[in-house]
């Protein structure tokens, strides 16, 4: 009886201490990397007109907010239309009145795992405010912008402006330098930038013309317009690049498995005296962990003759 009660935590402490090698041995091995993609996903959009103007009758008495869009995409999608009407009460008798109309007016946007792109196409039109129904408040024969963010690289943005420029009846010079200003005297003023582009770390963004408006014709106070209108508007946002975990370990393939052979050489390569021991030790069913293995062993015989012994001095009479 009292044998066999000695026994039992002599055999559990080796069943223990062969459980705790076995378990430790994974995670010597352990430590190759993968890669993959965290953190948000990229964002593109892109916009032929935007406007986000105040529109006031009757000595300012009403105030009606035009704040229509033309085209306006986010990735994934693209739009074609050529045409844009707005209804404002109090305004051509509530009737539609035209903003724009152009031969050519698309807006794309896309997004893949690795880059976000807008681009925007207008060609040939002619933009209207309220209050100037026989009038452009501008007209232009072609603008095109484009913003790429690519993961892991700097995002870009462009625009080109080209042909003739007019606005309120004059025709302007296009100056990437500043802001250009055109003042008709009893119809209002007009600033508008070309160009204007801009980019960050994993972001970018452009529109092709942004015009700042102030029109009132004749003072009469009848339809007075401010605000702001923007033609050829694209953003993006980069997607995260791909990141490396487990610290620049090598990857899972090059891991190789317990009792494999180790790979050969190549034929040109002369072996080297520590290319021939791993060798050895492949020839033989060893690799490179055969010293984890041979350590586990050791301590599960080490494990094995303590428990024994220990029996042994427990069942002396």
Do not use: W
């Amino acid at each position: 009886m009292n044998t066999h009660s000695f026994r039992m935590p002599a055999r559990r402490f080796t069943a223990t201490a062969a459980a705790t090698v076995l378990a430790a041995g994974p995670v010597v091995l352990a430590g190759a990397g993968s890669a993959h993609a965290t953190g948000s996903k990229g964002r593109a959009s892109a916009v032929v007109l935007r406007t986000g103007l105040d529109v006031s009758l009757l000595n300012k008495t009403v105030n009606v907010p035009l704040a229509v869009s033309l085209n306006e995409v986010q990735a994934p999608r693209s739009a074609e239309s050529t045409a844009l009407t707005a209804r404002l009460d109090g305004v051509a008798g509530g009737r539609p009145f035209s903003v724009l109309r152009a031969e050519a007016a698309g807006a794309k946007a896309t997004v893949t795992p690795t880059k976000a792109e807008a681009t925007t196409n207008l060609a040939h039109a002619r933009v209207h405010v309220p209050g100037l129904p026989l009038l452009s408040l501008v007209e232009l024969s072609q603008v095109t912008s484009k913003a790429t963010c690519e993961a892991g690289r700097k995002p870009v943005a462009s625009t080109n402006v080209l042909g003739a420029v007019t606005v309120l009846g004059k025709r302007i010079r296009v100056t990437a330098g500043g802001p250009s200003e055109v003042k008709v005297p009893g119809v209002g003023d007009v600033r508008i930038d070309f160009s204007k582009a801009q980019a960050s770390s994993d972001t970018a963004a452009a529109s092709a013309l942004v015009l700042k408006v102030s029109i009132n014709p004749l003072k009469l106070n009848v339809a007075e317009v401010e605000g702001t209108l923007t033609l050829a508007g694209v953003s993006c946002e980069a997607p995260a690049a791909p990141v490396r975990e487990g610290g620049g370990g090598a990857p899972v393939s090059e891991v190789t498995p317990q009792g494999a052979p180790a790979k050969e050489a190549p034929a040109k390569a002369p072996a080297k005296a520590p290319a021939k021991t791993e060798a050895g030790l492949a020839e033989t069913g060893g690799s490179s962990s055969t010293p984890y293995v041979v350590g586990s062993g050791v301590v599960l015989l080490a494990a094995g003759a303590g428990a024994v012994a220990l029996g042994r001095r427990r069942t002396r009479p």
